[in-house]
């Protein structure tokens, strides 16, 4: 069974541009989340989406938004972007909700805000 | 708020030596945890997870962590490390509602010959 997959996986952008990171999960998997991972902060959970519906977000400011689509596939968006926003963005899929259902994670996409 | 503490950033230790990577968690209900394992410029792979079925864990590439509750611990552990094994280490912990993974800042193992 094919991974979660990222696309793009390195992207350069300039301060006051948006950028939008794609995810595919693994196949029957209808969860999505998305962290940012930071040498600072470490890694940091943006949101979660089941079912087309986002059940969670992180302490991240509006500029961060995203959406899954009916197949699962799932769009994370910043707009506005700044330098702080440079990080390695990583997405995860799982078969349900609940504490219990581990996450398996895609390779990443690397941005740096220039 | 549920977290969790890696007691090391970085851990070196010999090829064929025990290797020890340390984690605490804070929660007040027993907790879902979990060990990831990332390599350069990849994502974070599973290592294992404890989900209060067994105290003693196994997980892949021979590595296993023990749930300790009167210690809030959950250390992860391999017999004998192999040079393949050096990457950076991350425990986490599954915050309350079940939606979001809790990490510590990460232990990057090193492994020489």
């Known amino acids: 069974k094919a991974g979660v997959t990222q696309t793009p996986r390195y992207l350069i952008k300039t301060r006051g541009q948006q950028v939008t990171l794609s995810c595919s999960p693994i196949?029957?998997?209808?969860?999505v989340s998305w962290y940012q991972q930071t040498p600072g902060q470490g890694l940091q959970f943006l949101f979660e989406?089941?079912?087309?519906?986002?059940?969670n977000k992180g302490n991240f400011p509006g500029r961060f938004s995203g959406r899954q689509f009916s197949n699962s596939r799932s769009e994370m968006n910043v707009s506005t972007l700044e330098l702080g926003d440079s990080a390695l963005y990583l997405c995860?899929?799982?078969?349900?909700?609940?504490?219990?259902?581990?996450?398996?994670f895609g390779p990443g996409t690397r941005l740096t805000v220039t | 708020a549920q977290s969790v503490t890696q007691l090391g950033s970085h851990v070196s230790v010999s090829e064929g030596a025990l290797v020890l990577l340390r984690c605490n968690y804070s929660?007040?209900?027993?907790?879902?945890l979990f060990w990831y394992v990332q390599y350069p410029n990849q994502g974070l792979q599973l290592l294992l997870k404890?989900?209060?079925?067994?105290?003693l864990v196994k997980g892949i590439n021979g590595f296993e962590a023990e749930f300790k509750k009167s210690e809030t611990s959950f250390h992860l552990t391999k017999p004998s490390a192999h040079m393949s094994d050096a990457a950076e280490y991350f425990c986490?912990?599954?915050?309350?509602?079940?939606?979001?993974?809790?990490f510590g800042k990460g232990t990057t193992l090193s492994v020489s010959s």
């Open positions: 986490a912990v599954s915050e309350q509602a079940g939606t979001a993974l809790i």
């Open positions: 196949s029957g998997h209808r969860s």
């Open positions: 995860a899929s799982r078969t349900g909700q609940g504490p219990s259902y581990e996450q398996y």
């Open positions: 404890y989900t209060s079925a067994a105290t």
């Open positions: 989406y089941f079912s087309e519906t986002q059940r």
């Open positions: 929660s007040s209900v027993p907790p879902y």
